[in-house]
């Protein structure tokens, strides 16, 4: 595969979504088929033969990234939704947010017991959704060998609040 400057598609919004902070805007990469296409080209290459038996997305541009890659390794995709988005039987999670609290849940069907899923996100920011998806896919019986972003900003120290679990990212950004 040739490499790619996936910088170049990755636009800067500053002062979004408030005062001061800058904003990696990955619906560039969406709207050019090269840049998406390498996108999902790395993630199967750096999972392709690691096992991977599903893969969890954080909801919303987590499972645009999830669904082309679950479809290259023909793996089931696992949802990961705002509360009160699913109907019936669901494992959830509450977790702080700058401003409050949020939280999130999965199908507890859709876990697969003793399975390995990769949980997957666009950018991974200070990782604490990331972190109670983690959690929750866990409770339900499943394995958390590894978690993917596209894009990272590891000045958030979000390795801290994920480890131990391996994270991987495709560009990361060390400041704003």
């Not at 003793?114 to 604490?128: E, F, M, P, S, Y």
């Amino acid at each position: 595969m040739v490499d790619f400057n996936l910088d170049d598609c990755i636009r800067k919004v500053p002062d979004f979504p408030r005062k001061g902070i800058l904003f990696y805007d990955i619906t560039s990469i969406l709207s050019s088929p090269i840049a998406y296409k390498y996108c999902i080209d790395k993630m199967v290459e750096l999972y392709k033969n690691k096992g991977i038996d599903a893969v969890a997305a954080i909801e919303a541009r987590g499972f645009l990234f999830a669904a082309s890659f679950a479809y290259c390794l023909n793996i089931p995709i696992i949802p990961i939704r705002k509360k009160g988005k699913l109907p019936g039987v669901t494992l959830s999670k509450k977790y702080a947010l700058e401003y409050g609290q949020a939280e999130i849940e999965v199908h507890r069907s859709d876990v697969p017991k003793g399975k390995r899923v990769l949980l997957t996100d666009d950018l991974i920011a200070t990782g604490g959704t990331l972190n109670a998806a983690r959690s929750i896919l866990i409770e339900g019986g499943a394995e958390v060998p590894g978690i993917f972003g596209i894009v990272g900003l590891p000045f958030l120290d979000y390795e801290k609040i994920l480890e131990p679990t391996p994270v991987t990212t495709l560009i990361n950004y060390h400041s704003e």
